[in-house]
């Protein structure tokens, strides 16, 4: 039975990868000519090497609908910011090899071309593999420990009951938040596990952590209802510069939308204390479609 949702959200993460984000040259295109860019894009992206995701501007510009999709929020509040940046086209190319993946990207961009320029890439990779499977931030700190697993990772990441061309897609939220190392290297260790809640030597979450804790703060099953989604996060660097690019993929924006309103503070004051060691400089949702017969399923847009 063939799957219908891109299988490179659901395989671990890879070595590395490069988080492109595309918007429609200035000097416009027709729809048509969008549609026509977008197939020759559908060749290269297969949902494993490539993850292709779709930003609500680029949706209203074919004249389509997908229900429960629309642009990233300002979550600002409580003394911290949350920035919206919205994009058109998200591609999430991923590998075992930095260089290959310079020349796959160099393929999607000229098969978009001219209707599609790059705006972003971000390059990221694995750090730390741990023996549970999931990479650590650089913080040290295990990521992804309260993901779902098997079934329970699919109903929580991919539409389903929703129709042909709908099934197995899935929304996508990405953040690129930058890391103040020197901020973090400057707590004592109890501090750093209790900024977390979890301890780092072992990764046992800290039961009478404060309220301001990330585990706290992003406890899914705490929310009604429940706010599971599945996160591939990576860590990047630039230079001197480094962090995570949060990604997390559910069958809505639901849960990413839960969790963030939390920790901004917008639900009771209290921020989550992330904040105080990291700050999110981009934040935007993308749809990533289905598959059919194993290629995109692009009816939705139209195609």
């Known amino acids: 039975m063939n799957t219908l949702y891109q299988p490179g959200i ?8 490069r988080y492109v984000v595309f918007s429609l040259s200035e000097t416009g295109a027709d729809a048509q000519a969008i549609k026509d860019a977008l197939l020759r894009l559908s060749q290269l992206a297969n949902g494993s090497d490539v993850v292709l995701g779709i930003g609500p501007s680029l949706v209203a510009a074919l004249g389509a609908q997908v229900p429960g999709l629309h642009e990233f929020p300002d979550f600002s509040g409580s003394g911290v910011e949350v920035p919206s940046t919205p994009g058109t086209l998200w591609c999430w190319v991923r590998g ?13 961009q000229k098969a978009l071309a001219p209707e599609f320029a790059v705006r972003h ?3 990221a990779f694995r750090h730390a593999l741990a023996e549970s499977g999931h990479g650590r931030d650089l913080t040290g700190f295990e990521d992804g420990t309260e993901n779902p697993v098997g079934e329970a990772a699919e109903e929580a990441a ?5 129709g042909e061309g709908l099934d197995g897609s899935s929304f996508v939220a990405v953040q690129q938040w930058v890391h103040d190392l020197d901020a973090f290297e400057a707590l004592a260790d109890d501090e750093r596990d209790h900024h977390i809640g979890r301890r780092l030597v072992d990764n046992e979450e800290i039961e009478d952590s404060p309220v301001s804790a990330h585990v706290k703060r992003t406890a899914q099953e705490s929310f009604d209802p429940p706010a599971f989604m599945l996160r591939r996060s990576m860590p990047w660097m630039m230079s001197m510069q480094a962090g995570l690019m949060f990604v997390a993929f559910g069958q809505s924006l639901y849960a990413f939308e839960a969790q963030m309103r939390r920790m901004a503070g917008q639900d009771d004051g209290i921020t989550d204390a992330m904040f105080q060691i990291s700050r999110p400089v981009s934040g935007a949702y993308f749809w990533c479609p289905p598959l059919r017969d194993g290629k995109l399923d692009l009816r939705r847009i139209g195609l």
């Open 96 to 108: 075992d090899d930095l260089g290959d993946l310079l020349h796959l990207t160099r393929k999607v």
């Open 158 to 162: 991919f539409v389903h009951g929703q």
């Open 121 to 123: 890439v971000v390059d």
């Open 10 to 17: 659901f395989e671990p993460i890879p070595a590395v990868a």
